[in-house]
């Protein structure tokens, strides 16, 4: 069975760069499409940004827009979110998120879901 695993979080200073990764193992994985979001305690969750995995369209989400990028590798295994000039409100917790289908992507429907990695900006 397929799974997302994210990596790359962690406490780093406000205007750090960082880039997340979100890996697919256990299986064949093509998906449709593939978002990141990220949820802080108490807030709702949030859309950074998306792929579609058919074509390497790339849209980017209101709180990374300017300042973030979403790729993926050769292998087509692994999504990325680099994002540079972090703040403190970007604290949260990132996760990755896959759709198999047009419907379930563009009705924003999750097949797979990774557990989300932590990033903590400090001043």
């Known amino acids: 069975q397929v799974r997302l695993i994210e990596s790359g979080g962690g406490v780093v200073q406000a205007g750090d760069s960082l880039r997340l990764a979100c890996t697919a193992s256990?299986?064949?994985?093509?998906?449709?499409?593939m978002w990141w979001f990220r949820q802080a305690p108490g807030k709702e969750r949030e859309f950074l940004a998306t792929?579609?995995?058919?074509?390497?369209?790339?849209r980017l989400g209101d709180p990374v827009d300017g300042r973030g990028f979403i790729s993926r590798d050769n292998a087509k295994t692994t999504l990325y979110l680099s994002m540079n000039n972090l703040r403190p409100e970007d604290t949260a917790l990132y996760f990755c998120?896959?759709?198999?289908?047009?419907?379930?992507?563009?009705?924003?429907?999750?097949?797979?879901r990774g557990q989300g990695t932590q990033v903590t900006v400090s001043t």
């Open positions: 792929i579609d995995w058919t074509n390497g369209g790339t």
């Open positions: 998120a896959a759709a198999n289908t047009p419907a379930n992507y563009y009705g924003r429907r999750f097949d797979l």
């Open positions: 256990g299986g064949v994985f093509n998906p449709y499409g």
